[in-house]
Nanobody, 116 residues
Framework: QLVESGGGLVAAGDSLRLSCTAS????????MGWFRQAPGKEREFVAE????????YYADSVKGRFTLSRDTAKNTVYLQMNSLKPEDTALYYC???????????WGQGTQVTVSS
């Protein structure tokens, strides 16, 4: 189970931090991260982290603005989103899997809305 929190309505240029806590043991080989889906668009990759080594990966559209981190003691990943843009408006899903960009489990989603 993946439980997300932290979405909301903000103005362009503001920041938000999303959190996602996973239940059960997370093996070092796991990959956790975030995808998003805007209205009328396909779901897209945002960021992921290899759980064991902590290496992170980002979509070009968020690189330099978003930072993904993890707390292994809490089974939690955080997505710090800075300099938000209206085009970041989407439903953000926490994901968990074993390979990059191939999630197996999905959270229920948390809405992020950025006003211009």
């Amino acid at each position: 189970q993946l439980v997300e929190s932290g979405g909301g309505l903000v103005a362009a240029g503001d920041s938000l931090r999303l959190s996602c806590t996973a239940s059960g043991r997370i093996f070092s080989s796991a990959v956790m991260g975030w995808f998003r889906q805007a209205p009328g668009k396909e779901r897209e990759f945002v960021a992921e982290v290899r759980w064991g080594v902590g290496r992170t990966y980002y979509a070009d559209s968020v690189k330099g603005r978003f930072t993904l981190s993890r707390d292994t003691a809490k089974n939690t990943v955080y997505l710090q989103m800075n300099s938000l843009k209206p085009e970041d408006t989407a439903l953000y899903y926490c994901t968990r899997g074993q390979s990059l960009r191939e999630p197996i489990y999905w959270g229920q989603g948390t809405q992020v809305t950025v006003s211009s």
